[in-house]
Structures are given as C-alpha cells and as structure tokens.
Nanobody, 124 residues
Framework: VQLVESGGGSVQPGGSLRLSCAASGFPVEGALMTWFRQAPGKDREFVAAISGGMVGSTFYADSAKGRFTISKDNAKSTVYLQMNSLKPEDTAVYYC?????????????????WGQGTQVTVSS
C-alpha cells in the first residue's frame, strides 16, 4: 500500500487548493479514504473521509463542513480534497490515510497506512 499526497502550497485567506492522494497497492473503490491534518504544535486531527463503494458516503469535521469537499476517482485511484474559503487556521500538513474496511472512522490510531503529507499554508 502506498499513498502519495500532492497539491499543497501557499495561498492567501479566502483562496482555494485541491489536494490529491494517489493510492497504489489496493483498490480505492472499496476502501475508506480519509484526510487528516496536523498544525504546528497541535495533535493530528480528522478532516474528511469517504467510505468504500462506487460513490462513497462522506463525512466532515465541523471545521471543514461547507468549505471542503472530499471525492475520489476510482479509475485513477486518487482521492481529492477540494478546499475553498481557506483560513489561516487551516495551515497544517495534510495527510491521506486508509485502513482495512470500508466504513468511516475518525480515530487516528485505527489507521494503518499513511502518506508522507503535503504542507498547506494560508497567510496574507
């Protein structure tokens, strides 16, 4: 299993970024795929998840609702996180993660596979 994130960068408040997580070694269609983030000096936290299935159910942290959208392209084995209306408090390293099973879960310790992370900085 390999997860590779990309798409991070620096953006001004109110801007947008789309993160990508390219997965290999397992079928994305049937897998739970989740985004977490870790800000400097803070614990890693759940951001958004999409369950296994052709389309997948989605679930968001309160901080992400209405601004972030998680989606996946099964044919490309890629999961996306579209982030709009970014705020300085969204600054963090964003990680893609997965675990066996298709159901959504937000417990960090239950995730077995992680990417290396991509830095997102929101600053004026």
């Amino acid at each position: 299993v390999q997860l590779v994130e990309s798409g991070g960068g620096s953006v001004q408040p109110g801007g947008s970024l789309r993160l990508s997580c390219a997965a290999s070694g397992f079928p994305v269609e049937g897998a739970l795929m989740t985004w977490f983030r870790q800000a400097p000096g803070k614990d890693r936290e759940f951001v958004a998840a999409i369950s296994g299935g052709m389309v997948g159910s989605t679930f968001y942290a309160d901080s992400a609702k209405g601004r972030f959208t998680i989606s996946k392209d099964n044919a490309k084995s890629t999961v996306y996180l579209q982030m709009n209306s970014l705020k300085p408090e969204d600054t963090a390293v964003y990680y893609c993660a997965t675990r066996p099973g298709a159901l959504i879960g937000t417990t960090i310790g239950s995730y077995e596979f992680w990417g290396q992370g991509t830095q997102v900085t929101v600053s004026s």
